[in-house]
T-cell receptor, first 112, second 120 residues
């Protein structure tokens, strides 16, 4: 069965600095998709970034980028130039076929 | 598009009462999902629909839970009778699978703002 593990329950970063959130997953499939979702205090979950497993190039969306290591089954999120508005829960998610698995989440604190 | 719209945002009800949560997906999206989020269990998929047809309801915890999608722009999740352990945030999400997609969420979900349900 597929699993998604976020080993950091909480992380903290200084405003304008860079932070990396970790995610590992386990699957026997070769074709799948990985995502990071942000859940701010407003509660709505927002898609931050998407990675297709068959693409070696790491996805990038403005200040957000991923380090996708398929062999290691690792999918970390890097947030550059952190802003106060980045403070939120971040969920890593795996989608293979008809199943999506979410990690337990990492709460990110941003210090002014 | 206004996004996925859920109502109510908050619901407080007494044990034994019927609760109905509502969702309007993004126009044109062909999949709709109902999730439940709790601290203990995280995000759990309850049920999902494809073109208004329920596809997988294996996540529905028990017969007290039911979901319908009478048309492409509206879905309900009903709990009858409600119990304190049903207290959670319930999310509706929609997705567009796209031509040739191998699954319903390969392009990710668009979530609503959720309904926080408290059963006392």
């Amino acid at each position: 069965a597929q699993t998604v593990t976020q080993s950091q329950p909480e992380m903290s970063v200084q405003e304008a600095e860079t932070v990396t959130l970790s995610c590992t997953y386990d699957t026997s499939e070769s074709d799948y998709y990985l995502f990071w979702y942000k859940q701010p205090p407003s509660r709505q979950m927002i898609l931050v970034i998407r990675q297709e497993a068959y693409k070696q190039q790491n996805a990038t969306e403005n200040r957000f980028s991923v380090n996708f290591q398929k062999a290691a089954k690792s999918f970390s999120l890097k947030i550059s130039d952190s802003q106060l508005g980045d403070a939120a829960m971040y969920f890593c998610a795996y989608t293979g076929g008809f199943k999506t698995i979410f990690g337990a989440g990492t709460r990110l604190f941003v210090k002014a | 598009d206004a996004g996925v719209i859920q109502s109510p945002r908050h619901e407080v009800t007494e044990m034994g009462q019927e609760v109905t949560l509502r969702c309007k997906p993004i126009s044109g999206h062909d999949y709709l999902f109902w999730y439940r989020q709790t601290m203990m269990r995280g995000l759990e998929l309850l049920i999902y629909f494809n073109n208004n047809v329920p596809i997988d309801d294996s996540g529905m915890p028990e017969d007290r839970f039911s979901a319908k999608m009478p048309n492409a722009s509206f879905s309900t999740l009903k709990i009858q009778p409600s119990e304190p352990r049903d207290s959670a945030v319930y999310f509706c999400a929609s997705s567009l699978a796209g031509a040739g997609a191998k699954g319903p969420a390969n392009y990710g979900y668009t979530f609503g703002s959720g309904t926080r349900l408290t059963v006392v």
